[in-house]
Structure formats: C-alpha cells, structure tokens
C-alpha cells in the first residue's frame, strides 16, 4: 500500500471516523477524482435536501470512480468537500453521511478540507467531493 496515514504530534489529534492529519505516499500513479455529487446512476439527485444523504451518496461514487482507475479509499492521500451555505450546525449531518460510508465500504478517511460555498454547479446540490490518490 502507497499511502500511510498519519496524525503527528503537536497539531490537534481527531479520533472523528479514524480521520488523520497526514497522508505520505509512496507510489507512482497518480488518480485525480473531479468532484462528485449525490446522483444516481440514471443522473438522477439522491437524498433532495438531505446532506447526510448527499454526502454519502457523493462518497460512494467517488469510491466508484477510484475503482474504475484501479484504485481504493486506501490510496486516498487527499479529499475536498465543498458544501453550500455551510454552518457549524450542519457537522453533525455531514459526519452522519461520511459515518454511513466509512462503514459500508470499510475506508479510513484521508486528510480533507471542507469549503463552504454559496452555490454548486445546479440547485439542489448541497455538497461536492473531489479526491487525489496515489497507487504503486
């Protein structure tokens, strides 16, 4: 396995989901995930209003596209949310959504950035998922 996650001494550890601060990786490949939203197969928006739902559902097709390029949530060195109107408030939902995924697909999630933003590319859609990988 390319990637080793981390939590280093002297930065605020987070037991959240088995979150880590750090990924270090070692392999060649790299696999760029473009951002991934809650539709369906048929393109159709899961979970309308609902940002746990969306956020699992962006999750899981992230895992999809990441399988397609022969990768896996453990090759993961790097995500980025970005969901609209965020407040503090709305954690508990978006950690419900990663919560949801984390265990169907076994994954340890890799350092990530959440980004408010006043609007995605088309109503409805509450949050985006974007992913870097590395694979040997």
């Known amino acids: 396995m390319p990637v080793t996650l981390i939590n280093p001494d002297g930065i605020p550890k987070t037991d959240a989901y088995r979150y880590r601060q750090v990924?270090?990786?070692?392999?060649?490949?790299?696999?760029?995930?473009?951002?991934?939203?809650?539709?369906?197969?048929?393109?159709?928006?899961?979970?309308?209003?609902?940002?746990a739902g969306q956020v699992a559902q962006a999750y899981r097709n992230v895992a999809i596209a990441l399988a397609a390029a022969g990768a896996?949530?453990?090759?993961?060195?790097?995500?980025?949310?970005?969901?609209?109107?965020?407040?503090?408030?709305?954690?508990?939902?978006?950690?419900?959504?990663?919560?949801?995924?984390?265990?169907?697909?076994?994954?340890?999630?890799?350092?990530?950035?959440?980004i408010g933003v006043s609007v995605l590319f088309e109503p409805g859609v509450l949050v985006e998922i974007e992913a870097t990988a590395v694979v040997d």
């Open 72 to 114: 896996t949530f453990s090759d993961v060195v790097r995500l980025t949310f970005y969901v609209v109107d965020w407040k503090r408030e709305m954690m508990s939902d978006f950690l419900a959504g990663i919560e949801q995924v984390a265990k169907e697909l076994q994954i340890v999630p890799a350092p990530a950035s959440l």
């Open 23 to 51: 990924a270090i990786a070692t392999g060649t490949r790299q696999v760029h995930i473009a951002g991934q939203v809650a539709y369906d197969a048929k393109g159709q928006l899961v979970a309308p209003g609902d940002l």
